[in-house]
């Protein structure tokens, strides 16, 4: 199973992004459906933290520093997870990741994606 996050790039102040997550089985390319997804982002030189969480059956949670600036939002029957970075700021540059939980055969595992670069200029 490869988790697969996207969507980073280069914006500038006040401009917005959208990160999607996708997992797919590297055997069959099947697109597969994920579950209790977090977006998580780690800057240079700082630990990696929590940005938003979708559970499966409860409302988003999110970090204080982006809520009412980000949403996380599923599509697609469950395969993709999207986070809506709006009004970024220099502070959000990370390398974001997600992180999910793939079923399989009835069996739950819990993946992180490659991360993807967001760097808002000032």
């Known amino acids: 199973v490869q988790l697969q996050a996207s969507g980073g790039g280069l914006v500038q102040f006040g401009e917005s992004l959208r990160l999607s997550c996708t997992a797919r089985?590297?055997?069959?390319?099947?697109?597969?459906?994920?579950?209790?997804v977090g977006w998580y982002r780690q800057a240079p030189e700082k630990q990696r933290e929590l940005v938003a969480f979708?559970?499966?059956?409860?409302?988003?949670k999110y970090a204080s520093a982006v809520e009412d600036r980000f949403f996380i939002y599923r599509e697609n029957d469950w395969n993709t997870v999207y986070l809506q970075m709006n009004n970024l700021k220099p502070e959000d540059t990370a390398v974001y990741y997600c992180?999910?939980?793939?079923?399989?055969?009835?069996?739950?595992?819990?993946?992180w994606g490659k991360g993807t670069l967001v760097t808002v200029s000032s």
């Open positions: 992180h999910a939980t793939v079923t399989q055969k009835g069996r739950g595992v819990d993946y």
């Open positions: 089985d590297t055997t069959s390319g099947k697109i597969l459906i994920i579950s209790n």
């Open positions: 979708i559970p499966d059956d409860t409302e988003p």
